[in-house]
């Protein structure tokens, strides 16, 4: 059931959202993407395939159906 973080994967969607909007923020908002993804390791909650497929998911739903690419 822990498979793929949810947490990560609407983190890198935010974060590229975000990003977009205020690209001089991009260094922060990816910290704040990275400390998201791993507060659910550290939690115990995901395994490390957890958070890179979350964060994969993220990044396609954001440039497939956010961008329309």
């Known amino acids: 059931p822990s498979y ?4 990560a994967s609407q983190a890198m969607f935010i974060t590229l959202y975000l990003t977009e909007k205020y ?3 991009k ?3 990816t910290e704040i993407n990275n400390e998201i993804s ?3 390791l550290l939690a115990s909650v995901h395994y490390p395939i ?3 497929a979350g964060q994969t998911l993220g990044h396609m739903l954001y ?3 956010y961008k329309g690419q």
């Not at 793929?4 to 947490?7: A, D, M």
């Open 4 to 7: 793929p973080s949810g947490h």
């Open 63 to 65: 440039h497939n159906h």
């Open 38 to 40: 791993n507060s659910r």
């Open 50 to 52: 957890d958070i890179l």
């Open 23 to 25: 690209p001089a923020c």
């Open 27 to 29: 260094a922060g908002l």
